[in-house]
């Protein structure tokens, strides 16, 4: 199994920036495909951005050219880069790492709105942005 750890949330002014960090532990091979995804209270669950082999990614339309997603694979760590933050970039930032049966590493790219496709879950970092 994989253990996701996230780390770097906080509370910024709108237009600061602020980077996440997800440790990976375990058998790490499941982090071919990983992504971010954000709740906030009251509303669902929406994907943020997904990294694959050979660094494809993909983003979210609403914080496309402001965030972005990367990977450190020797020290088995994800990170998002979130930049010009608006205060409607407040939730909860949670890390996921896959594929879940039926799903496959080669389309990660299109997973960016698929939270089903991601087997493991991190426990989440608060992102709080204020006007």
């Known amino acids: 199994q994989v253990q996701l750890v996230e780390s770097g949330g906080g509370s910024v002014q709108s237009g600061g920036s602020l980077r996440l960090s997800c440790a990976a532990s375990?058998?790490?091979?499941?982090?071919?495909?990983m992504a971010w995804f954000r709740q906030a209270p009251g509303k669902a669950r929406e994907g943020v951005a997904v990294i694959g082999s050979n660094s494809r990614t993909s983003y979210a339309e609403s914080v496309k050219g402001r965030f972005t997603i990367s990977q450190d694979r020797a020290k088995r760590t994800l990170y998002l880069q979130l930049n010009i933050l608006k205060p409607e970039d407040t939730a909860m930032y949670y890390c996921a790492a896959g594929v879940a049966d039926g799903y496959s590493h080669l389309y990660c790219a299109s997973y960016v709105e698929s939270a089903a496709a991601f087997r493991y879950w991190g426990q989440g970092t608060q992102v709080t942005v204020s006007s």
């Open positions: 375990g058998y790490t091979y499941s982090t071919h495909c």
